[in-house]
T-cell receptor
């Protein structure tokens, strides 16, 4: 079982709709969870982090964590064409090392 | 405040050649990392340095060496490049659980 799994294929959403991304992790002891956005040809950029069960909102982004079910999700409300990117889920492993999922591509259609 | 900088941006090597990828950060972070990113594989940790004077292997260290020259600089060396090392290499630094990435080096080994 991979440490961090993002299984969904490319996600196409109309402009203004909600994009929903999911991620599962294998280490039940994991404490810190992150979402990075990566535009094509660019480096990953941290957009959300969450440490506690429940929801965390920042602008149009909401991260959700359920430690009992070992999943993390990211919602993007009112999706914009500028949100078109690959979204990487990451889990902290200690010494601030990160284990990454393979990423989900999001395409926002105007 | 430049954040994390990397040189070079692009490099083409022949099999067996050596090279060093340079990385520097001006955020006074203790921890620094080298990741590689390959299509379909996500980001994988090569080596990391939790603090000045220490280095440790990550997930895929074979074929690489690192040097933490001082608190700012962390270099990655390929002693004898192989085509399997064709990848995009990202240097990163972290503080408080949040990791910041450099712009990346796109390396091709022929």
């Amino acid at each position: 079982q991979k440490e961090v799994e993002q299984n969904s294929g490319p996600l196409s959403v109309p402009e203004g709709a909600i994009a929903s991304l999911n991620c599962t992790y294998s280490d039940r002891g994991s404490q810190s969870f992150f979402w990075y956005r990566q535009y094509s040809g660019k480096s990953p950029e941290l957009i959300m982090f969450i440490y506690s069960n429940g929801d965390k909102e920042d602008g149009r982004f909401t991260a959700q964590l359920n430690k009992a079910s070992q999943y993390v999700s990211l919602l993007i409300r009112d999706s914009q064409p500028s949100d078109s990117a690959t979204y990487l889920c990451a889990v902290s492993k200690g010494n601030n090392r990160l284990a990454f999922g393979k990423g989900n591509q999001v395409v926002v259609i105007p | 405040n430049a954040g994390v900088t990397q040189t070079p941006k692009f490099q083409v090597l022949k099999t067996g050649q050596s090279m060093t990828l340079q990385c520097a950060q001006d955020m006074n972070h203790n921890s620094m990392y080298w990741y590689r990113q390959d299509p379909g594989m996500g980001l994988r940790l090569i080596y990391y340095s939790a603090s000045e004077g220490t280095t440790d292997k990550g997930e895929v260290p074979n074929g690489y060496n690192v040097s933490r020259l001082n608190k700012r600089e962390f270099s990655l060396r390929l002693e004898s490049a192989a085509p399997s090392q064709t990848s995009v290499y990202f240097c990163a630094s972290s503080v408080g659980g949040r990791t910041f990435f450099g712009p990346g080096t796109r390396l091709t080994v022929l």
